[in-house]
């Protein structure tokens, strides 16, 4: 078991919700619910450099109209300017399209200088039964059913502290969907290589939590809408 601060965040969202449930509010969780033990954890550790919903410094800049895209945590530096780590989160959902643009908005945070280099991390927590596994949904591939997170996110407990790394190249056409739709809609790129490390993962009760890092390979490509269409045709 790793004693890192990321499994001892998913152990903390894990056991929150588990606790929760236990006073009958499991009902309730959505999202939101998510954010609080992610939220008193960070700051438990990191005070004042915790915020939430920061404004994506990249997408932001690439929208026109209604609420700017945000990222759901970040820690930042002193300085306030550039900053040490970005989180974005989900609770239940197994949409890959959705999981899928969040770590297009965690790689893309490499293109805005002013913000340094922060290491970005994608958290994800639902309710299963015992014998369930996570993000297990797939789709029709030529050769049959196939995996839409099979070498992109690594799963299962034995998997800590392992990383996984995918070309948009390797992908089926399925699968590169929601980066080219994200590259078309921002306008941004996305690295060509793209790099995931399962950075925590726990159980507690119903629910586990697992964390990963995210980011491009050094050196990678990178990748527009165009260029990511091109792969498939």
């Not at 974005?88 to 899928?100: G, L, N, Q």
């Not at 643009?101 to 805005?112: A, F, G, M, N, Y």
């Not at 196939?146 to 995918?166: A, T, V």
Request: proline share 3%; aromatic share 10%.
């Amino acid at each position: 078991m790793l004693e890192t601060e990321n499994q001892h965040l998913a152990e903390a969202v894990s056991s929150w919700l588990h606790y929760k449930s236990l006073t009958g509010l499991n009902g309730l969780f959505n999202e939101a619910s998510m954010a609080v033990p992610i939220a008193e954890f960070l700051a438990a550790k990191h005070g004042a450099e915790i915020e939430s919903e920061r404004r994506h410094p990249v997408m932001g800049a690439k929208t026109n109209s209604g609420r700017p895209p945000q990222i759901d945590f970040v820690r930042l530096k002193r300085s306030k300017r550039t900053w040490h780590a970005a989180y974005e989160c989900k609770f239940k959902t197994t949409s890959y399209y959705s999981i899928a643009t969040d770590i297009c908005r965690l790689v893309s945070l490499s293109q805005e200088a002013s913000v340094g280099k922060p290491r970005s991390y994608f958290v994800y927590a639902t309710e299963l039964g015992k014998a369930d596994t996570i993000l297990t949904n797939s789709f029709q591939g030529e050769s049959g059913l196939q995996s839409y997170y099979e070498g992109i996110l690594l799963r299962d407990m034995d998997s800590l502290g392992k990383e996984s790394s995918f070309s948009l190249s390797g992908l089926h056409k399925t699968q590169l969907q929601p980066f080219r739709a994200f590259c078309k809609k921002t306008k941004l790129s996305v690295p060509s290589t793209i790099k995931t490390r399962l950075e925590g993962y726990s159980e507690s009760g119903k629910f586990t939590t697992a964390i990963w890092e995210v980011r491009g390979v050094s050196g990678s490509k990178q990748l527009r809408s165009k260029e990511i269409k091109a792969l498939y045709e």
